[in-house]
């Protein structure tokens, strides 16, 4: 077990480009994983990995390594060289980890541990948020939860395949799966492998959707033959959910206010087979207007803080700030009020969020349900899925019905 020079530095301009330059890591890893065809799986491996859990542990690493931001280039290889020993590789003689003090990081390590903010690797506020919002305790574990490494996990796509057909195809490219109880259409895979280069992802036999999101459309209770709206459809994974399980059968309509996001969807929707979809970009309230009364279903996958999936984005932690969750509660408030009048008499709603802040969740609906166009609702059900529980992400959804 020895560190190769080659990985390490695309790791450190790696982490660069994140810590100074505000790029996305998710972005920033697919870069540096095209960086050298001559790299074998393992290779990619390291690099992907260190990023993230150097992503991950920022706070912590960058306290062991008693440097501050903004970082410059020696204070990122510091924090390597923490990443290093705790890892238990041993140091080799670069210049730019001479000096090391083993010993040292490994005291500091387990003196910080006592405390959540180092231990956990959160900034101060958010872990004052989840406190004040949570519990001491379930925060706690929660949190703890998050920074474990997220599962991956395809949702089959069950207008071309079956989810036994699909799981037999990757056995025989040595991807190992397992069935998820009470999940249908979910396989988890036993070791991570990059299914997007196999025939399987290519001819649209599944998508990469986390266990918890793959929830939300089931909850709609969407039905072959119905007028089903997505307001918030993004790159449109639930979308693609829904279409599978109206069998193609009916109208979704997909909206979002970005034009490049569907356009993402229709590219998928293409490989996926699903026809059944039309895109509207809500450019203004018309758009809106039209369909008031109209549908069958909406769901509302609203814009949050994303504090239930940072085990997937664990950028989020240091690019997310209090003012844009206060900003982000007011969003949320006016989209239910906004989107709720698609529904027609009789109809459905799910209201669904990646985070697991009753502010952003149960506190919206309740406050929802007092306002004069929620008081044509009835609140049915919510699922309120925690990290620390379920070992997926994150996840809250509403199920509401609109009265005749």
């Not at 829904?242 to 996001?261: P, R, W």
């Not at 609702?377 to 529980?389: C, Y």
Request: proline letters at 3%.
């Amino acid at each position: 077990m020895r560190l190769h020079r080659n990985l390490v530095y695309t790791t450190i301009d790696s982490l660069n480009a994140i810590f100074n330059e505000g790029e996305y890591a998710d972005k920033v890893v697919a870069r540096a994983l095209k960086k050298d065809k001559r790299w074998g799986s393992s290779d990619r491996k390291f690099v992907a990995e260190t990023i993230y859990e150097i992503v991950r542990w920022k706070r912590l690493y960058a306290e062991i390594a008693q440097v501050k931001e903004p970082f410059d280039r020696d204070s990122i290889w510091r924090m390597f060289g923490v990443w290093a020993v705790l890892r238990g590789y041993p140091i080799p003689d670069w210049r730019q980890l001479d000096g090391t003090p083993e010993r040292k990081i490994k005291g500091r390590f387990d003196e910080l541990s006592k405390i959540r903010k180092y231990k956990e690797s959160i900034p101060d506020w958010m872990d004052e948020l989840g406190v004040k919002e949570l519990g001491e305790e379930k925060w706690a574990k929660e949190i703890h939860a998050q920074n474990e490494p997220a599962k991956v996990i395809l949702r089959v796509n069950t207008l071309k395949t079956t989810r036994e057909k699909l799981r037999a195809i990757l056995m025989d490219l040595n991807i190992e799966t397992e069935f998820l109880k009470d999940q249908p259409d979910a396989l988890v895979l036993k070791e991570r492998a990059n299914v997007f280069l196999t025939d399987a992802f290519k001819d649209g036999f599944f998508e990469v959707q986390d266990a918890s999101s793959q929830l939300v459309a089931p909850f709609l209770d969407v039905q072959p033959g119905m007028r089903v709206v997505d307001a918030c459809a993004g790159a449109g994974g639930k979308t693609l959910h829904m279409a599978s399980l109206m069998e193609n059968k009916g109208q979704l309509i997909a909206m979002d206010l970005y034009e490049s996001k569907l356009k993402q969807l229709k590219l998928r929707a293409k490989r996926n087979s699903a026809f059944n979809i039309e895109y509207r970009i809500i450019d203004s309230t018309k758009v809106i207007k039209k369909l008031h009364e109209k549908a069958d279903r909406v769901l509302i996958d609203a814009p949050c803080s994303g504090l239930g999936v940072l085990k997937r984005n664990p950028d989020a932690k240091w690019k997310l700030q209090p003012e844009f969750i206060d900003n982000i509660r007011k969003v949320q408030g006016e989209v239910l009020e906004n989107y709720s009048k698609m529904v027609k008499p009789g109809g459905k709603l799910v209201y669904a969020t990646c985070s697991v802040l009753p502010s952003e969740n149960q506190e919206q609906i309740q406050k929802f349900l007092t306002s004069e166009t929620g008081k044509k609702f009835t609140f049915v059900q919510d699922s309120k899925i925690l990290a620390s529980e379920s070992g997926f992400d994150g996840f809250y959804m509403a199920l509401l019905e609109r009265k005749q």
